[in-house]
């Protein structure tokens, strides 16, 4: 029923900023924890960011923190990652994920802890 679009990708020179968008609709937005993962060409899919039920907690994987910046807008039913001092490594496609229901053991860091995902947007940094 959750349905994620991401949005906001595209080209950019080392050095810039992008900031994606997921849209989410299905049930009550407020209740969902949102994480962002990537995917390089190659790798595996690997986490990025997560805000939790609130949007009072924020976890962020080491090679992105202090770049980049993960917030919500209930009112739009949108989770947003900002993303600044943009690097070569941080090129790949970026995917939107929701937690619905509330469990004890949710991490925020694997992808097993997410019921749905959109189909990604890619982000391409230059050298």
């Known amino acids: 029923q959750v349905q994620l679009v991401e949005s906001g990708g595209g080209l950019v020179q080392a050095g810039g900023s992008l900031r994606l968008s997921c849209a989410a609709s299905?049930?009550?937005?407020?209740?969902?924890?949102m994480g962002w993962f990537r995917q390089a060409p190659g790798k595996e899919r690997e986490f990025v960011a997560a805000?939790?039920?609130?949007?009072?907690?924020?976890y962020y994987a080491d090679s992105v923190k202090g770049r980049f910046t993960i917030s919500r807008d209930n009112a739009k039913n949108t989770v947003y990652l900002q993303m600044n001092s943009l690097k070569p490594e941080d090129t790949a496609v970026y995917y939107c994920?929701?937690?619905?229901?509330?469990?004890?053991?949710?991490?925020?860091?694997?992808?097993?802890?997410?019921?749905?995902w959109g189909q990604g947007t890619q982000v391409t940094v230059s050298s």
């Open positions: 299905g049930r009550t937005f407020s209740s969902y924890a």
């Open positions: 805000i939790g039920w609130s949007g009072g907690s924020t």
């Open positions: 994920a929701a937690r619905v229901s509330n469990i004890a053991t949710m991490t925020f860091r694997a992808l097993i802890d997410y019921d749905y």
